[in-house]
């Protein structure tokens, strides 16, 4: 396989799992701002969900790569899914509680008063809230991608979209 042929696949395979999390996450954040329309409250929802849709395909698709991705492979079906959604939904909790953190720390710059601000402030349960419809997100996609496995590759695509 030629370097060129290497590029188109990776693109590919970054760019069908980006489409399908940018269509969770505009998803999400759609019903979030209509929530918030009562409010008064604005927020963007595209560039928001783009942003995040990316940097999750990248990381599925690292993760899918490596052996922590592929462990439990020999199980049963159900057991590879919940591992690999709760996987990677403690990573997503992890990377972005880090970053929350580190937000308040510039901030303060104190550890011990961002930490107190991080886990006293109003926005916790929004946190647990995205956290939770990114877990969804990766549940459903670690069943679909399950189904493609024993469907062959290709298998879900052909199921759905020919005649």
């Known amino acids: 396989m030629t370097a060129g042929e ?9 760019g069908l799992v980006t489409l399908y999390f ?9 019903l ?4 918030l ?15 995040g849709a990316l ?17 439990f492979r ?3 079906p159900f057991v590879h899914v919940l591992w ?4 990677y939904t403690a990573i997503v909790f992890v990377v972005t509680l880090a970053e929350r953190l580190f937000h308040l720390y510039r901030e303060s710059s104190e550890l011990p008063r961002a930490l107190s601000e991080l886990w006293a402030g109003r926005d916790f349960h929004h946190f647990l809230a995205m956290n939770l419809c990114v ?4 549940l459903i996609y670690n069943c679909f991608s399950e189904i493609d496995r024993h469907l062959g590759e290709g298998g879900l695509r052909r199921l759905f979209f020919s005649r």
Do not use: P
Not at 32 to 35: G, Q, Y
Not at 84 to 87: A, D, P
């Open 6 to 14: 290497r590029i188109q696949r990776e693109v590919r395979a970054i």
């Open 22 to 30: 940018l269509t969770c996450f505009l998803f999400f954040l759609s």
């Open 32 to 35: 979030k701002k209509l929530i």
């Open 37 to 51: 329309v009562q409010y008064h409250l604005e927020i963007t929802v595209f560039r928001t969900a783009l942003i």
């Open 55 to 71: 940097v999750v395909a990248k990381v599925v698709v690292l993760l899918e790569k490596t052996s922590f991705g592929s462990r």
């Open 74 to 76: 020999s199980a049963t």
């Open 84 to 87: 690999r959604s709760l996987c």
């Open 135 to 138: 877990g969804f997100s990766f």
